[in-house]
């Protein structure tokens, strides 16, 4: 692989993320949810040096570290228009777009839903993707901006990647999400998964990344039959209590 990702929790939920292209030397925070945890984990690596930020969507826990992180390193910032509504952005991207860390190139995919502008970023010689707020283990992301469709259209756009790709989603829900998926799922299979991410969750081990392979046979929002049926799902996720 020629992208090191360190994945680390910070705030309540979130993770961060400091890939590195191993070729260059050249480093980038996928998005920036807490300045001061990102930059010390930077300095607890030793890689030296911030040129990027990689940011997915305007909301305070992907932007809330930004303008702190360039004024500390001068890094660059990399993020839809959305964004500058809360922070600087030097280089505005769009989907069909693609941005180079060094030798590696991530691919820009525009993917409303969860808001308007999101963006994810993904790797395809790496095999791996940065979602955001997008996608998550047996979950995706609320439509707070968007609709259905939008989101649907988004959630099939990442489902059409090779299975094998790693997803990095930016939250650690993994657990609420497999209580949720088993109301609509009674396999064996979706039981035994749902039991290995409780566990995982009991000795505290991140759930991120998943895979497109592992979405595609669980995830009860990629598996639903239809944008309708989609919408329904993401109603009932959004008044489940358990």
């Known amino acids: 692989m020629a992208l090191k990702v360190h994945l680390f929790p910070c705030l309540t939920d979130n993770y961060g993320f400091l890939v590195?292209?191993?070729?260059?030397?050249?480093?980038?925070?996928?998005?920036?949810?807490?300045?001061?945890?990102?930059?010390?984990m930077l300095e607890r690596l030793g890689w030296g040096r911030l040129d990027m930020i990689l940011n997915t969507h305007w909301h305070p826990d992907h932007t809330q570290g930004a303008a702190m992180m360039q004024a500390e390193t001068g890094c660059q910032i990399v993020g839809p228009e959305e964004s500058r509504r809360v922070?600087?952005?030097?280089?505005?991207?769009?989907?069909?777009?693609?941005?180079?860390?060094?030798?590696?190139?991530?691919?820009?995919?525009?993917?409303?839903?969860?808001?308007l502008g999101h963006v994810v970023f993904r790797s395809a010689a790496?095999?791996?993707?940065?979602?955001?707020?997008?996608?998550?283990?047996?979950?995706?992301?609320?439509?707070?901006?968007?609709?259905?469709?939008?989101?649907?259209s988004s959630l099939q756009a990442v489902a059409a990647w090779p299975h094998d790709t790693a997803l990095f989603g930016a939250h650690e829900y993994a657990a609420g999400n497999a209580r949720f998926a088993l109301t609509l799922d009674s396999r064996p299979e979706m039981q035994a998964h749902a039991q290995a991410i409780f566990a995982q969750r009991e000795r505290n081990q991140a759930t991120v990344p998943t895979t497109v392979g592992i979405e595609a046979a669980f995830n009860p929002f990629l598996r639903a039959a239809d944008v309708a049926d989609f919408a329904v799902r993401r109603l009932a996720k959004d008044q489940f209590k358990g």
């Open 20 to 40: 590195r292209d191993e070729a260059s030397g050249a480093v980038a925070s996928v998005d920036a949810p807490d300045g001061p945890a990102i930059l010390a």
């Open 126 to 152: 790496d095999r791996l993707a940065f979602v955001g707020d997008v996608i998550f283990p047996l979950g995706c992301g609320r439509l707070f901006e968007g609709t259905p469709d939008q989101m649907w």
């Open 87 to 115: 922070c600087p952005v030097d280089r505005v991207v769009a989907g069909g777009e693609a941005i180079a860390l060094g030798d590696t190139t991530f691919d820009v995919s525009h993917t409303p839903g969860h808001t």
